[in-house]
């Protein structure tokens, strides 16, 4: 087996398994019971081998009638359903497999490698003792996180759901456990800012669980138990400004050059010049901020925005060394010839959500909080869409 063990391994496929079967594909699958022999007369089902197969058994006795199983005795027969004994019966079912194939696991969504990627819909097992949204649409995406590649997400509705971490599409998800706050930087999963983040029933009354836990944005996780008391929050539900699944992604927005995209959404800024445009959206370059959104007083004038979802907010750009003349560069621009109209003044008294950097090629960051060099609006020297595909 160590050399089809090794080629399991090479092909990202599991070698060991449990087999159940089901009488529609929608059905509770049921255990395969036998009352002798070693049942490897099951590998048959993956195509695999009953001489050399290994199993883990589990020796049960019943003492009251149990529930449906599937059972037969040779190679090749037809599977009996129903009531698997009675009082008194003895029987076995086997824990797992190794008939010889590969299973392949749960294969990724192409569009996992974008970053970030997409949510898919995908019916994902998770701890459910802690869940404030039981029985909602599941969906998964892919994290920049070694340590938890994939985050789930349960909702209660498309801007409130509950936060799960796993490591590939057939684990079982744990909860999210903050040390340091009340879970407001794990926002940072759904493509969220923590400045946006209301958490919800933060693990004041939060059973003994294990989950993933960090203590700040940025930071891997690492598996931990918590207990009531413990200083450790876990949320049962977050709102982080990001709707999800949110709106769909073309295909060609990944394409280069990249196409523009029809934002139906409503964007208004007290210091836009361009309220009430037409909206286009594209991706950026930039990590930090992946997503471009032109809001156009004409083809050659426009408010630029930036945000880190799709289907999150899109803010402003502050620039912390000059006139937001640099920003002209998301949109195939120039800094050299950038004509931009600024609100000067600092907004001392009220805070705003934005994006700002100091110099071009710079990554952005976010922040909450007074603002200044705030751009109203951009001539770039870009016509836009210009030539470029609209969908």
């Not at 590998?43 to 529930?67: D, H, K, R």
């Not at 909602?136 to 801007?159: D, E, N, Q």
Request: charged fraction near 15%; aromatic fraction near 16%; charge should be negative.
């Amino acid at each position: 087996m160590a050399a089809n063990l090794d080629l399991c391994s090479a092909l990202m496929a599991i070698e060991g398994y449990k087999i159940m079967l089901g009488l529609k594909l929608n059905d509770t699958f049921q255990n395969i019971v036998y009352s002798n022999g070693g049942g490897m007369d099951h590998c048959e089902l993956v195509e695999g081998y009953e001489l050399g197969a290994a199993v883990s058994y589990s020796f049960m006795y019943i003492t009251g009638t149990n529930s449906a199983e599937f059972w037969r005795n040779n190679w090749g027969e037809q599977f009996s359903t129903g009531n698997a004994g009675y009082y008194y019966t003895y029987y076995s079912t086997n824990l797992w497999y190794e008939c010889g194939v590969c299973i392949p696991e749960a294969l990724m969504p192409a569009c996992f490698n974008s970053t970030p990627s997409c949510w898919y819909e995908y019916d994902f097992a998770h701890d459910d003792i802690w869940n404030g949204c039981a029985g909602g649409r599941k969906y998964v995406m892919r994290t920049r996180f070694t340590s938890a590649p994939l985050v789930g997400v349960v909702l209660c509705s498309s801007s409130s759901y509950q936060i799960f971490l796993g490591t590939n599409l057939t684990d079982t998800f744990l909860n999210v456990i903050d040390g340091s706050g009340q879970g407001e930087n794990l926002c940072e999963l759904v493509g969220g800012h923590q400045e946006y983040a209301s958490p919800w029933n933060y693990g004041v009354n939060a059973p003994n669980l294990t989950g993933y836990a960090r203590n700040f944005s940025g930071e891997e996780f690492h598996i931990q138990s918590i207990v009531p008391g413990s200083g450790w929050s876990c949320p049962s539900s977050y709102y982080c400004g990001v709707n999800i699944p949110g709106p769909k992604e073309p295909d060609c927005m990944s394409s280069t050059p990249s196409c523009w995209y029809t934002y139906n959404e409503w964007l208004y800024s007290s210091s836009s010049g361009c309220n009430f445009g037409q909206v286009l959206v594209r991706r950026t370059n930039y990590t930090s901020a992946p997503f471009l959104a032109v809001q156009l007083c004409n083809s050659t004038r426009y408010k630029i925005f930036l945000s880190s979802s799709l289907g999150g907010p899109f803010e402003g750009i502050e620039d912390g060394n000059g006139y937001g003349e640099d920003h002209c560069e998301l949109v195939g621009g120039s800094e050299n010839t950038a004509i931009t109209k600024v609100y000067n003044y600092t907004y001392t008294y009220l805070s705003y959500a934005s994006y700002y950097r100091n110099n071009i090629g710079e990554q952005f960051t976010f922040k909450y909080g007074s603002v200044s060099n705030y751009v109203s609006y951009y001539e770039c020297g870009i016509s836009i869409p210009g030539t470029d595909i609209v969908v």
